[in-house]
């Protein structure tokens, strides 16, 4: 901000007459030593002496004394006799000193040491026998008149004496706090208008003797240093106009509607720069895209303690979008596409959102190393008078492979790890080709998926795969082939949506041995099955790994058939909800529940890995993997699975920096039934720990059930990543 003082404001001292007479001075004739006025002197002609007379004229030097001799002055009154002393020549003989006596000490007379033997680590340092370590200053920092103005904490956060946190090397450096302190509260006071605030920083005790350190007082008195800033604002400025210098707008009065300053606002730095920055922002949205705001002027006039603002602003052309150019060496992908991820059409008033929604979408993709989009002024103009204004984006495509990996292991489950190797542009424009493998002490899998996304629309995703897997738990066995299409609108970590769904197909082949309560006995099958799962999400929650506020909503439905006849025909459902509180900067809590029901077919006619199980690092803490539920009787106690569930977790998640404690209770139960009877819930209870990563928390859960029956483990250990839910 520029400060001027105005032409009227002036600062006038007048003198007092004296009324006492002054004495005239003296007469220049009784005064040979004042200084006459600069004249012209005469040239005189004097002889010059030789130097046998000037020697004849000195002194002799063997004289027993040269006696001083004055000289008489007479100014007035008053006499004065001024000595005069002759100097003696010099002595043309030659001085007999006294002998030098030798050296007592034996080290000045030793020889050195040979040069090679010199240890520059070893030298000695010396000190004086005067010199003393001086102690440190430790002080107490009291402030006044900013906590008033709500500003004694942004004083502290930048207080040179705050930082320094009571100790200070020496007095110099405890001075130099308190005059950098005294400027910063002056910046403070006056960037909220108070410019005829004082600030006085002091030290207040000890109080110094003569002659005394700050050291010595601090150590005399066995105390610590007292300092204090003491501001005093005095009143506070106002605006007395408000005026803003730019060419006529559309519609005319959007610069005056969206600069929030009118007259009688305080000469409020803050206040004036926020004003200027919602007026920066609106103006590109608002179709000019190169609008500019120049140097503001404030001129502060200290009579009537007020201040004349004026913005001088260089709106630019109005302008419509125009054509998408592309340029960059390595470039991802077309124009045309670029178009398909953008929001807005051509002929469309310029929005700087829809540019920056249209950067965020590039980004999203994964696929640059950098990326950039500019308006582009043309000579083009619109029917309306309007300009057109091209975008160029400027493409860095970045390493279209990838290679990821996921661990994890929970009781019951064990140790899992998935490896995924991607090409993201294999078939351009993001047609990515995607190899997984599965590799775990319970499970094993390939799988190939070709995912195109941005599909000839925005934040659409189609999706073909093809999986083998083994499954081998204590509730059943199988080995399934299974061929997908689905067609999907999914959240990322960078883009996080509201609304998410999708929708698709999927045919599968599995051999399976699991307990069926019809034959009482554990069999094996083969099943195939052909279904259509369809999801729907909302999510309102703030960040999609770590959540600390809002909630989500979702449900699944999984129309089937079996393909080889029977009774096998189901409908699986599944409806979730959670929710995130935030209570103080340190603790979130954080709540989850889920139903689940298959319809149409009995627990016997569906395949085991069909049914449905409760019970995990993802589900029922405190229990093992799949360990809730019904069992079977006749072979080991093992979980069998059932066609309705519960379950239901409560956590409080505590964050120190980078890490995490979370206490959590978990409830839930499986049933045979078809809908759940919310009945014989099973409780587990456990604490976890969080490690905070910018990719999102590493997860370690242990917990025990509640009441533990025979099959159930007495302690479950949850590894993973991201939160429980």
Same mark, same amino acid.
């Given at each position: 901000?520029?400060?001027?003082?105005?032409?009227?404001?002036?600062? !006038?001292?007048?003198?007092?007459?004296?009324?006492?007479?002054?004495?005239?001075?003296?007469?220049?004739?009784?005064?040979?030593?004042?200084?006459?006025?600069?004249?012209?002197?005469?040239?005189?002609?004097?002889?010059?002496? =030789?130097?046998?007379?000037?020697?004849?004229?000195?002194?002799?030097?063997? &004289?027993?004394?040269?006696?001083?001799?004055?000289?008489?002055?007479?100014?007035?009154?008053?006499?004065?006799?001024?000595?005069?002393?002759?100097?003696?020549?010099?002595?043309?003989?030659?001085?007999?000193?006294?002998?030098?006596?030798?050296?007592?000490?034996?080290?000045? !007379?030793?020889?050195?040491?040979?040069?090679?033997?010199?240890?520059?680590?070893?030298?000695?340092?010396?000190?004086?026998?005067?010199?003393?370590?001086?102690?440190?200053?430790?002080?107490?920092?009291?402030?006044?008149?900013?906590?008033?103005?709500?500003?004694?904490?942004?004083?502290?956060?930048?207080?040179?004496?705050? =930082?320094?946190?009571?100790?200070?090397?020496?007095?110099?450096?405890?001075?130099?706090?308190?005059?950098?302190?005294?400027?910063?509260?002056?910046? *403070?006071?006056?960037?909220?208008?108070?410019?005829?605030?004082?600030?006085?920083?002091?030290?207040?005790?000890?109080?110094?003797?003569?002659?005394?350190? *700050?050291?010595?007082?601090?150590?005399?008195?066995?105390?610590?240093? #007292?300092?204090?800033?003491?501001?005093?604002?005095?009143?506070?400025?106002?605006?007395?106009?408000?005026?803003?210098?730019?060419?006529?707008?559309?519609?005319?009065?959007?610069?005056?509607?969206?600069?929030?300053?009118?007259?009688?606002?305080?000469?409020?730095?803050?206040?004036?720069? &926020?004003?200027?920055?919602?007026?920066?922002?609106? *103006?590109?949205?608002?179709?000019?895209?190169?609008?500019?705001?120049?140097?503001?002027?404030?001129?502060?006039?200290?009579?009537?303690? !007020?201040?004349?603002?004026?913005?001088?602003?260089?709106?630019?052309?109005?302008?419509?979008?125009?054509?998408?150019?592309?340029?960059?060496?390595?470039?991802?992908?077309?124009?045309?596409?670029?178009?398909?991820?953008?929001?807005?059409?051509?002929?469309?008033?310029?929005?700087?959102?829809?540019?920056?929604? *249209?950067?965020?979408?590039?980004?999203?993709?994964?696929?640059?190393?950098?990326?950039?989009?500019?308006?582009?002024?043309?000579?083009?103009?619109?029917?309306?008078?309007?300009?057109?204004?091209?975008?160029?984006?400027?493409?860095?495509?970045?390493?279209?492979?990838?290679?990821?990996?996921?661990?994890?292991?929970?009781?019951?489950?064990?140790?899992?790890?998935?490896?995924?190797?991607?090409?993201?542009?294999?078939?351009?424009?993001?047609?990515?080709?995607?190899?997984?493998?599965?590799?775990?002490?319970?499970?094993?899998?390939?799988?190939?998926?070709?995912?195109?996304?941005?599909?000839?629309?925005?934040?659409?995703?189609?999706?073909?795969?093809?999986?083998?897997?083994?499954?081998?738990?204590?509730?059943?066995?199988?080995?399934?082939?299974?061929?997908?299409?689905?067609?999907?609108?999914?959240? !990322?970590?960078?883009? #996080?949506?509201?609304?998410?769904?999708?929708?698709?197909?999927?045919?599968?082949?599995?051999?399976?041995?699991?307990?069926?309560?019809?034959?009482?006995?554990?069999?094996?099958?083969?099943?195939?099955?052909?279904?259509?799962?369809?999801?729907?999400?909302?999510?309102?929650?703030?960040?999609?790994?770590?959540?600390?506020?809002?909630? /989500?909503?979702?449900?699944?439905?999984?129309?089937?058939?079996?393909?080889?006849?029977?009774?096998?025909?189901?409908?699986?459902?599944?409806?979730?909800?959670?929710?995130?509180?935030?209570?103080?900067?340190?603790?979130?809590?954080?709540?989850?529940?889920?139903?689940?029901?298959?319809?149409?077919?009995?627990?016997?006619?569906?395949?085991?890995?069909?049914?449905?199980?409760?019970?995990?690092?993802?589900?029922?803490?405190?229990?093992?993997?799949?360990?809730?539920?019904?069992?079977?009787?006749?072979?080991?106690?093992?979980?069998?699975?059932? /066609? =309705?569930?519960?379950?239901?977790?409560?956590?409080?998640?505590?964050?120190?920096?980078?890490?995490?404690?979370?206490?959590?209770?978990?409830?839930?139960?499986?049933?045979?039934?078809?809908?759940?009877?919310?009945?014989?819930?099973?409780?587990?209870?456990?604490?976890?720990?969080?490690?905070?990563?910018?990719?999102?928390?590493?997860?370690?859960?242990?917990?025990?059930?509640?009441?533990?029956?025979?099959?159930? =483990?007495?302690?479950?250990?949850?590894?993973?990543?991201?939160?429980?839910?």
């Amino acid at each position: 901000m520029r400060l001027a003082a105005p032409a009227l404001m002036a600062f !006038t001292c007048l003198a007092g007459q004296a009324t006492a007479q002054t004495p005239a001075p003296p007469s220049s004739e009784a005064s040979p030593a004042s200084t006459p006025p600069a004249t012209d002197i005469p040239a005189t002609e004097t002889p010059i002496i =030789s130097d046998d007379d000037f020697e004849k004229a000195l002194p002799s030097l063997t &004289s027993p004394a040269i006696k001083p001799q004055t000289t008489t002055q007479t100014q007035g009154t008053e006499k004065s006799e001024t000595p005069v002393v002759a100097t003696p020549a010099p002595v043309a003989e030659t001085l007999e000193l006294p002998p030098l006596k030798p050296a007592e000490d034996p080290a000045l !007379t030793a020889a050195l040491p040979p040069l090679d033997s010199f240890n520059p680590q070893a030298a000695p340092v010396i000190i004086s026998e005067n010199q003393q370590v001086m102690p440190a200053i430790h002080y107490d920092l009291h402030i006044d008149g900013l906590a008033a103005l709500d500003l004694e904490t942004r004083f502290k956060d930048l207080s040179a004496l705050q =930082s320094g946190k009571g100790a200070a090397a020496n007095a110099a450096m405890l001075r130099a706090r308190l005059t950098e302190d005294e400027q910063t509260a002056l910046r *403070l006071l006056k960037g909220e208008g108070y410019y005829d605030a004082v600030v006085v920083a002091r030290i207040e005790s000890p109080v110094l003797q003569p002659g005394e350190s *700050l050291q010595d007082a601090t150590g005399r008195t066995q105390g610590r240093v #007292q300092v204090r800033v003491s501001a005093r604002a005095g009143e506070r400025y106002t605006l007395s106009s408000v005026t803003v210098k730019a060419d006529p707008t559309e519609p005319p009065s959007l610069i005056a509607d969206n600069l929030p300053l009118k007259t009688g606002d305080p000469v409020d730095a803050t206040l004036i720069k &926020s004003a200027e920055a919602n007026l920066a922002l609106v *103006l590109p949205q608002q179709g000019y895209p190169f609008a500019d705001l120049e140097m503001r002027d404030v001129l502060i006039d200290p009579q009537t303690r !007020t201040g004349d603002y004026t913005l001088p602003v260089t709106t630019g052309p109005r302008a419509r979008f125009g054509a998408i150019r592309s340029e960059g060496q390595r470039q991802a992908f077309s124009d045309d596409h670029v178009r398909v991820l953008s929001r807005f059409d051509s002929g469309d008033l310029y929005d700087s959102r829809q540019v920056d929604d *249209l950067r965020q979408a590039l980004s999203a993709t994964g696929l640059f190393a950098s990326v950039a989009v500019e308006p582009v002024l043309t000579e083009q103009k619109n029917p309306d008078g309007t300009t057109v204004v091209d975008l160029k984006v400027t493409q860095n495509a970045g390493r279209p492979r990838t290679l990821a990996g996921d661990i994890g292991f929970s009781t019951g489950q064990g140790l899992r790890t998935e490896l995924n190797w991607t090409h993201r542009n294999f078939r351009p424009p993001e047609g990515a080709l995607i190899a997984s493998v599965i590799a775990g002490t319970q499970e094993q899998g390939l799988g190939v998926t070709f995912r195109r996304s941005n599909a000839k629309r925005r934040d659409r995703t189609f999706q073909y795969g093809a999986a083998f897997n083994n499954q081998t738990y204590d509730s059943y066995e199988a080995q399934t082939i299974s061929f997908s299409v689905n067609v999907s609108r999914v959240s !990322t970590p960078l883009w #996080q949506k509201r609304w998410t769904w999708s929708y698709g197909a999927e045919v599968l082949a599995t051999r399976e041995t699991g307990f069926s309560k019809r034959r009482n006995a554990n069999v094996q099958d083969d099943y195939f099955y052909a279904s259509v799962p369809l999801k729907l999400n909302y999510d309102r929650s703030d960040n999609l790994l770590n959540p600390v506020r809002g909630w /989500r909503a979702g449900v699944q439905s999984t129309p089937t058939v079996a393909l080889n006849g029977g009774a096998g025909n189901f409908i699986a459902n599944v409806g979730s909800a959670t929710f995130y509180r935030q209570v103080s900067p340190k603790v979130v809590l954080a709540a989850r529940a889920q139903l689940a029901s298959i319809y149409g077919a009995e627990t016997s006619n569906i395949a085991p890995s069909r049914r449905l199980y409760a019970g995990g690092g993802g589900s029922v803490r405190g229990f093992g993997y799949q360990e809730l539920g019904p069992r079977d009787p006749a072979n080991n106690n093992n979980p069998i699975g059932g /066609r =309705s569930s519960v379950e239901l977790a409560f956590e409080a998640r505590y964050r120190m920096g980078n890490i995490g404690i979370v206490p959590f209770v978990d409830a839930g139960q499986v049933y045979d039934k078809p809908f759940p009877q919310f009945s014989d819930l099973r409780f587990g209870v456990g604490v976890g720990a969080r490690y905070y990563t910018n990719f999102g928390p590493i997860r370690i859960d242990i917990a025990t059930p509640i009441s533990r029956r025979d099959g159930e =483990s007495p302690v479950s250990l949850y590894v993973g990543i991201g939160q429980a839910f």
